[in-house]
């Protein structure tokens, strides 16, 4: 059973850091181009981040210079470094397939991510 584990998330203010993890079980990991997704409130979910299975890098423009995204294939884990958060980071965060290459698994829970002076 595929299963997705994002964690890492919390309440940090302007300008903090947070790093999000997250756990891919079930499915081959390395293959795949994975994403960092994000939904605000009232707001479609949004690819923020996302990364090839030869660590090719893309991001959108608003996280750029800010968000690092990495994996570790060994651990079928992918992260998302994010620093200089702002309070329009905040939003719940889900990792997935890259939904421009790949079909998209389940969705696991997401961890919320909160920017707040």
């Known amino acids: 059973q595929v299963q997705l584990v994002e964690s890492g998330g919390g309440e940090v203010q302007p300008g903090g850091a947070l790093r999000l993890s997250c756990a891919v079980s079930?499915?081959?990991?390395?293959?795949?181009?994975m994403a960092w997704y994000r939904q605000a409130p009232g707001r479609q979910r949004e690819l923020v981040a996302s990364i090839t299975s030869r660590s090719r890098l893309d991001y959108a423009d608003s996280v750029k210079g800010r968000f690092t995204i990495s994996r570790d294939n060994a651990k079928n884990t992918m992260y998302l470094q994010m620093n200089n958060l702002k309070p329009e980071d905040t939003a719940v965060y889900y990792c997935?397939?890259?939904?421009?290459?790949?079909?998209?698994?389940?969705w696991g829970q997401g961890t919320q991510v909160t920017v707040s002076s």
């Open positions: 079930g499915s081959i990991f390395s293959i795949y181009a």
């Open positions: 997935n397939r890259d939904q421009r290459l790949f079909p998209l698994m389940d």
